[in-house]
Structures are given as C-alpha cells and as structure tokens.
DNA sequence: TTGAATTAAACAAACGTTTGATTAATTTTT
DNA sequence: AAAAATTAATCAAACGTTTGTTTAATTCAA
C-alpha cells in the first residue's frame, strides 16, 4: 500500500480542513483538490472520520518527547527549561500552522467525541509536565507564586491565538496582503522574544533585563 | 414579527454550534432544539447563512462602546485602563462563552468569507485601540518597551484557551465531571487575578506586587 | 376577514459511501 | 523465462441519506 499516496492525501486534507473546517470540507473537494479518484480516501482509510484520525495520528504528539526529556534532565534550570519550551512550540506550530488550525477546530468542537477527547488527553499530558516544572521553580524560590495552569494557558493561548488567522495576523501587524507572518522568520522571532520576555518577567523574581 | 422567538432560535443555535460547529449543526436539529418548525428559521432570517449574520450582528461588537469610552478618558492611567479593558473581556467571556465559542470558530475557518472578514475586522479595531494605550504607556515611560500588539494577543490568547473547551479546562485543574468552570466565580477571580498579575510583571517599569 | 404565523410535505442538490468493472503490478506455477 | 494466477490500485457510476430551502395548505390573531 502506497504510503506516499496516503500521506499526500493527509497533507491536501490539512490545508483542506484548516480552510473549511472538518464538516465544511467534502470528500469531493478533497479528492479534486489531491487529484484522485473519490473513492480513494474510502479505498485508503475507510471513512472520512478514519481519515482525520489517520491524520491526528500522524501528526500530533508532537511534544511528548520534547518533555519527556526535559522531565529526566537535571542540568538545565527551570528557567531554561521553560524557555525551551518555548522555542520547541513556536517552532512546531511556524512549521505546521494550518495542521494546528485542525487541531484547534478539534478541542473547539466536539462533533466527533473520542477524536475530541483523545487531541484533548495529549494537551492535558502536556499542561501537567509544564506545570511541574513551573512548581518545582517555585518551591525552589526561583519562581514567583504564579498560577502554574493559567501560566501556561498564557504561552499556549498567545501562539494559538496569533496562529488563528493568517488574515487577522496581516491586518494586525498592518502588512499588505500577500504577506505570510508564518513564513516571516522576523515574526517568528518576534514572537518568542514577546513570549520569553513576558514569562519571565512573570516568573521570575530576580529578572535582571 | 416575534422577536422573542428570533431571539430564542438564535440562542438555541449559540448552544448548537458552539458543540457542532456551523457547518456540522442541521437546520433540522437546530429546529427540533429549539422546539419550532424546520421551515420557521428560514421564514425568520431567510437562510441558515443569514441567521449565523443575525447572531454574530446581535452579541458581538460588545467592546466597542467600552474602548470608546477609555479613548476620551483622560482621568485614569495607562495601567488602570488596561486593567479595566482585562476584567471587561473576563466579564464578557464568562457571560457568553458558548458564543464566544461560535466566534472562536468563525475566525479560525473562512468558510463564509463575508462574515469571516467582518469579525476579523471587529477584532482588529479592538487591538489597535488597546495597542494605541499600551504605546502611549511606553512612551510616557510608565510601561516597559514592550511588543503591543503581541502584549493585547496574550490577553485575549489566554482567555480564548481557557473558554476553548469545558472539558480541557476541567481536566487541567484536576475537577470532577459535573463541574462547570465557567459558572465558576472562583475560577473567574482566578484567571483575574492570574492575568493582570502578569500582564503588570510584563507592563510595569515599577512594578511593586 | 385579512395578514401573519405555522405546518407537513416535497424539492433539488450535495453528501459519504459502495459497487462492479478495468487496469497495473506482483507472485506463483510451469 | 513465459504463462497463469493473484493482488492492488483506479475508475465512473450509482446508492441511499441528509442537506438547505420552498411550497401550498392551514391555523391563529387582530
């Protein structure tokens, strides 16, 4: 079974999906825009709801190594610890913007409920590490008694949030149509140095500028 | 015409497509909900298109008489005024948040291109508002030389990833099934407290907790 | 009694999916 | 190595449902 074929159909899905959402894309569009037969998708994945766990599959988790990782090393402080965090989610969502749109529509909308709890159980994994992190900075008093849960929610939300729309990102930053903010590598450092600067001026209580 | 029933059905359909989405909610669902006629959402607003234009035209816009009102403002400081704008948009979240849900959606997917713009314009004009305050900090030397625009995109960020799903929200502060962090006042007051506290960390030359 | 409100029924179009036939590629047998 | 058998990939056409919407008849209220 050819996986090339498959993982094509993935990715036309992705920029299909991000645009119309799940239940505003047919498996007619789809199949026009990947340039295959309709039955294909059904030939390959089973159903349309195959194909979108097909795709979640594939694509999600991203993280979970990441702070795995993290989770077992000892010599990097909290602080660094955090800022790698950073760096690790504007780089995966610069690199996969409209796959996160997907995703986003997914935790926003529970039409399909196992897809929709399983995309939520891999963020709330993800919110636990980070928030025991944040704890153990402050037991150690390198933190400020910050909420650990909101202050997540607060790095999370601001890359969400300015990944929402690539409209809404142009007309915000003031650039003409045409221009990509999520191929700008300017905007993208931009956007970790915003982050960085405002998660330790919230953290941390001796934050030297 | 009966407003009371065009604004029943409008209601009725913020709960609907907050769950399903646009697209993924029927007309006939929408119908049986709201206890009415499949052809009376039609006789009422024309389309199913038109009735989503009804909703969006009746509940959003809802900040756009409060940053009026802060531009004439001259009596209140820079910081007071984005407190305000924070626990305005806290307020307003938490006493619509199926609809917020709704607009959450249609500025992630542009299926219906008019609308789309429309809203994305709404939230534009908000952000050039709240940015013009925090420049006019920074230039009187109150504020820190901050990203404005990336500053107003962790605020609203934040709280869009908190109203995103129940569920999420639920599992990430450890609660039981049956609780509704959105009836919460504690949770309200906590997500307040959380957000202005880092919003001064970050703002804040002179930052005295 | 007139106009608005409500209804069940019907409409064409679009939907996800299945089918059965055909071709292409691969494996097995001779 | 050639022929036969098997499997995989592709296709156009059709399936039964569901979709948003409209119609025409009926009920209701002023």
Same mark, same amino acid.
């Given at each position: 079974?050819?996986?090339?074929?498959?993982?094509?159909? &993935?990715?036309?899905?992705?920029?299909?999906?991000?645009?119309?959402?799940?239940?505003?894309?047919?498996?007619?569009?789809?199949?026009?825009?990947?340039?295959?037969?309709?039955?294909?998708?059904?030939?390959?994945?089973?159903?349309?709801?195959?194909?979108?766990?097909?795709?979640?599959?594939?694509?999600?988790?991203?993280?979970?190594?990441?702070?795995?990782?993290?989770?077992?090393?000892?010599?990097?402080?909290?602080?660094?610890?955090?800022?790698?965090?950073?760096?690790?989610?504007?780089?995966?969502?610069?690199?996969?913007?409209?796959?996160?749109?997907?995703?986003?529509?997914?935790?926003?909308?529970?039409?399909?409920?196992?897809?929709?709890?399983?995309?939520?159980?891999?963020?709330?994994?993800?919110?636990?590490?980070?928030?025991?992190?944040?704890?153990?900075?402050?037991?150690?008093?390198?933190?400020?008694?910050?909420?650990?849960?909101?202050?997540?929610?607060?790095?999370?939300?601001?890359?969400?949030?300015?990944?929402?729309?690539?409209?809404?990102?142009?007309?915000?930053?003031?650039?003409?149509?045409?221009?990509?903010?999520?191929?700008?590598?300017?905007?993208?450092?931009?956007?970790? &140095?915003?982050?960085?600067?405002?998660?330790?001026?919230?953290?941390?209580?001796?934050?030297?500028?």
């Amino acid at each position: 079974m050819s996986n090339d074929k498959k993982d094509h159909i &993935i990715n036309v899905a992705i920029e299909l999906f991000a645009e119309k959402g799940f239940e505003g894309s047919s498996i007619r569009d789809l199949a026009a825009k990947a340039d295959v037969n309709v039955a294909m998708v059904n030939y390959y994945f089973g159903s349309k709801d195959k194909l979108f766990e097909a795709m979640i599959e594939q694509k999600a988790g991203f993280m979970r190594g990441i702070l795995d990782e993290l989770r077992a090393n000892n010599s990097l402080t909290e602080i660094q610890k955090i800022d790698h965090i950073i760096e690790k989610y504007v780089d995966r969502f610069f690199s996969q913007p409209l796959f996160h749109k997907v995703l986003q529509q997914e935790v926003l909308v529970s039409q399909r409920a196992s897809m929709h709890e399983h995309v939520i159980g891999l963020f709330v994994k993800n919110t636990e590490d980070v928030v025991a992190i944040i704890e153990k900075g402050i037991r150690k008093k390198i933190f400020r008694k910050v909420d650990p849960q909101l202050t997540f929610s607060s790095i999370v939300g601001t890359i969400n949030h300015v990944m929402m729309s690539k409209t809404m990102c142009m007309k915000m930053l003031n650039k003409d149509p045409g221009y990509d903010p999520y191929k700008d590598e300017h905007f993208k450092k931009r956007l970790l &140095i915003h982050l960085k600067q405002m998660i330790h001026a919230h953290l941390l209580i001796n934050n030297d500028l």
